[in-house]
């Protein structure tokens, strides 16, 4: 025992560096990024190896995964953590890293990121998709604006939606330059193909929804439909991850930054680490709830309140750190969301 390994993984190749208990360098190598290759390389070297770490990456799930399954002791590091170390390393190469990566390993200095379950990277997986779709279709609806601006033609806003308008646009006011017309179906027929790929995704998510009993009793909070309730899943995937369901919102990047050193004690604005998707979901819901007065009495009451005293912005970021907690407490205990536990 006390031998510890490290890999510093690239697309073509990986890096490994095995080193003992006093730090010294057993044995380095460069091996294809095959699961394959490196449980072989390290069966070789060092059978008892206690711990081989590797940074959070692309691959990292994918090498967690089938390592695992061959018996190596890996473990994912924060890449933000071992970066801070790394940094201070004069040179940077694959090499380098992999030898600063495994003192890292030996000393026991660094934070372990956890590897998901399969099922909460499908369902990411999915609703990432969705967003950029969407994200498509608004830079499609931009550009044509734009593009009809150009010719002296405002888009405006009618009643029928944007397919309407265009219509009219298309086939009335650009009838006098008819060779614009063949640009704007062309991206007019890309935003149908989105949409219909876009409504393909939604019914698989409401699919999915339907079949998922953690899904549908986060579904039962206001402002949570089932993409907030099945991105909240996906981020947290274990109600029994957190001792505290005070920590979940800090893990989605919602609680303030802290900055303490002698007489010197502020908080700053929020952290925004781990998860963006669920983050902007989460928010996306605490302003349907006091914008839109989407359900929940009590909670908008209680964002109004801070609204009052810091502005609408810092209210809705409160409120979703709120939902947060308390999706998680809902799932940990397996109860529906109630008015009253919220006074």
Known sequence: MGVFAALDVSQEETAICLVGAEGEILAEAKVPTCPDAI?????????????????????????????????????????????????????????????????IVRTGWFKAARIKSHEAYVNRAMLTARDTLVGMRVKLENEIRGLL???????????????????????????VAPELIPIFEALMH???????????????????????????????????????????????????????????????????RRYESGEISRNGRISKSGDRFARKCLYEAANAILSRKLGGPRLREWAQAIAGRTGPRKAKVALARKLAVTLHAMWRTNTTFREAAMA
Not at 155 to 174: D, S
């Open 39 to 103: 449980a072989d390389w390290l069966a070789k070297r060092a059978a008892d190896v206690e711990r081989v770490g590797m940074e959070t990456g692309p691959l990292a799930v994918w090498l967690w995964n089938a390592l695992t399954k061959r018996r190596v002791p890996i473990i994912c590091l924060d890449a933000r953590h071992a970066n801070a170390v790394l940094k201070m390393m004069p040179n940077k190469t694959d090499r380098h890293d992999a030898r600063g990566l495994a003192q």
């Open 149 to 175: 601006k150009t010719f002296g033609v405002m888009f405006g806003k009618r009643v029928g939606g944007f397919k309407r308008r265009a219509t009219e646009i298309i086939t009335g006011e650009l009838a």
């Open 190 to 256: 890309a935003r149908s193909e989105i949409l219909a790929r876009i409504a393909a995704l939604d019914g698989k998510i409401r699919a999915v929804a339907k079949q998922h009993g953690t899904v549908r009793l986060l579904m039962t909070a206001p402002g949570v439909g089932p993409i907030t309730a099945m991105a909240v899943t996906a981020a947290f995937d274990d109600a029994e991850r957190f001792n505290r369901s005070s920590s979940a919102g800090a893990y989605l990047g919602l609680t303030p």
